[in-house]
């Protein structure tokens, strides 16, 4: 049994689709994978959230929302305006321990970027993954900008002694521009180690099967793909 966090550089960056490439692998390999998303913003009850994205791309079936609040805000902001309780990150560690233990691979997705908050005492995705003393799997854009934050995001998650599973770029364009190109090698320097994947610009669009097929070629073996950063390398 294993426990794998996915969190982002920030919002958009292909978080969910990286989520859903790791499950999907997972359960072709026969597996017994479960996905968990902590808190859901953004979506009113009976609309489709990330978690619905994950069982249209991965076929994963095994899904878990602890909490929705309807306004595209951090789960802190969107809870107080909604004015409910906020979502429980200790709540949440104890109920992902007991799924682990019965799952082969329990994969956690963020919201927004590493330190975004949960509750107004600041609990962020990186308490929860000290708690479960899970490695987090970076999900970061290829363009401009992308270094800082993703140096930022490093930084942020070595000071509090996480173990980093990867970077991943969740999106790579079909025609990659001078920044895209340049930044692949500078991420890699940043993460001291191979890139660990990624995925095509619109792979979220794919149906199922074809979308295996991306998810082997654009994630590592470390998670069960072919991706070889060397031929990427640009």
Not at 13 to 37: C, E, F, I, P, Q
Not at 107 to 131: F, K, M, P, S
Not at 181 to 208: Q, Y
């Amino acid at each position: 049994m294993s426990t794998l966090v996915v969190t982002g550089t920030g919002t958009g960056v292909g978080k969910t689709v990286v989520t859903a490439a790791v499950a999907a692998l997972a359960a072709a390999r026969g597996a017994d994978v479960a996905v968990v998303k902590p808190a859901q913003t953004g979506v009113t009850a009976g609309e489709d959230g990330d978690l619905d994205v994950v069982r249209r791309l991965a076929g994963v079936t095994d899904l878990h929302e602890h909490a929705r609040f309807p306004d595209p805000l951090s789960p802190a902001a969107a809870a107080r305006r909604a004015d409910r309780p906020p979502v429980d990150l200790r709540d949440s560690a104890s109920r992902i321990v007991e799924l682990a233990q019965q799952r082969r691979l329990v994969l956690v997705e963020g919201a927004g970027g590493l330190l975004v908050r949960y509750d107004e005492e600041g609990t962020t995705i990186a308490d929860l993954a000290h708690a479960l003393h899970a490695p987090v799997l970076v999900v970061t854009g290829p363009g401009l900008g992308t270094l800082n934050h993703t140096a930022l995001t490093l930084e942020a998650m070595a000071h509090r002694g996480l173990e980093l599973a990867g970077v991943v770029l969740g999106s790579w364009p079909a025609a990659p521009d001078l920044a895209c190109r340049s930044n692949v090698r500078d991420l890699e320097t940043l993460a001291a180690r191979p890139l660990g994947g990624a995925l095509p610009e619109g792979a979220g669009a794919l149906e199922p099967a074809e979308f295996l097929l991306v998810a082997r070629a654009g994630i590592g073996p470390a998670f069960g793909g072919t991706f070889d950063a060397a031929d990427f390398r640009p």
